[in-house]
């Protein structure tokens, strides 16, 4: 859906983005993450035409965001960190306004509104002015705007700052329903947010890509292992003999007893490796039960300050 090639922004002296390479499937959800000052908002200006690079080419669906321009942002809706909103109109006069920008035909507009308005659930504000609104619900009205034209590339810059607890996770819900018609492109400082919608992150730093992969990807090659946690139902030293028989396991960390007859143990193997269900298998041969296995990964938040660090010590 998005395809960048060598694409370069400099400001004077300053080089803002330096020379990204990267695509971005139609149907995806995208995180695009880094500090403050990395370039994010640069890029995704660049992909909506907002403005030119310095060099290189983005297309999108295949056309040339600078040789076709109007075609291009017709496939788009974008929400920037600040949404374009009017404060003195109401919620159907700003997004009528803003699908006549848009071009969307008149004998269409109408039913659009109706199914956007409650997609975002803003129905019961749709009369009300901008500016007596929540922040939560010009967010919605902002993520309404972009949804005006039904484009297939959704870009979304910060689109839940500032908002309280339940309100994020009503936007989250909102994207990860939009992702199953939309390819998705979003930034956000709220790493748990990213990890919980994104299939694929692209962390940049410095106006470079630094990491590109899935964040359980990203986990293993950092680590450079396999981790799991298992609590199983017997002793330590029954656990402890019956893993130290299998093949493949290059450590075992007993992490002693949080449940009644219980032992928590942490079992690590090559990156490459699977080992669930010859560790599973080999417990419950021995009588000792599984009752909890999950893999142990870095969080977004620890491979983010790990690749942005590493970048800066560089």
Do not use: W
Not at 175 to 197: C, D, N, Q
Not at 226 to 246: H, T, Y
């Amino acid at each position: 859906m998005i395809r960048a090639q060598h694409l370069t922004k400099r400001y004077g002296q300053h080089t803002a983005v330096d020379d990204l390479n990267f695509a971005i499937k139609k149907g995806e959800i995208l995180g695009f993450l880094g500090p403050n000052g990395a370039g994010k908002t640069t890029v995704m200006n660049i992909i909506t035409g907002y403005l030119s690079a310095t060099e290189g080419s983005v297309q999108v669906d295949g056309l040339d965001v600078l040789e076709h321009p109007e075609a291009v942002k017709q496939k788009i809706g974008y929400l920037p960190e600040q949404p374009p909103l009017y404060p003195e109109m109401t919620v159907r006069e700003y997004l009528n306004f803003a699908g006549e920008l848009k071009k969307v035909a008149r004998d269409r507009l109408k039913s659009s509104l109706e199914n956007i308005m409650d997609i975002v659930k803003i129905e019961d504000v749709q009369g009300r002015l901008i500016r007596n609104l929540s922040k939560g619900y010009k967010q919605r009205v902002g993520l309404a705007q972009a949804l005006l034209g039904n484009p297939e590339l959704l870009i979304l810059d910060e689109p839940t700052v500032g908002l309280d607890p339940k309100q994020i996770i009503e936007i989250r819900n909102l994207i990860r329903h939009l992702g199953r018609e939309h390819t998705i492109l979003l930034s956000s400082h709220i790493l748990p947010e990213v990890s919980a919608v994104c299939e694929r992150v692209i962390i940049i730093d410095r106006g470079r890509i630094v990491a590109s992969d899935t964040p359980e990807n990203l986990s293993k090659r950092l680590t450079g292992t396999n981790q799991l946690l298992l609590r199983v139902r017997g002793s330590e030293g029954d656990a402890s003999a019956c893993l130290k028989s299998l093949q493949g396991i290059d450590a075992i960390d007993m992490r002693g007893s949080f449940e009644g007859g219980t032992i928590d143990v942490v079992v690590r193997a090559g990156k490459d490796r699977d080992i669930r269900g010859e560790v599973s298998a080999a417990l419950t041969k021995n009588g000792l039960p599984v009752l909890m296995m999950r893999p142990i990964d870095m969080t977004l938040e620890e491979i983010f300050l790990h690749l942005t660090t590493q970048e800066k010590e560089a």
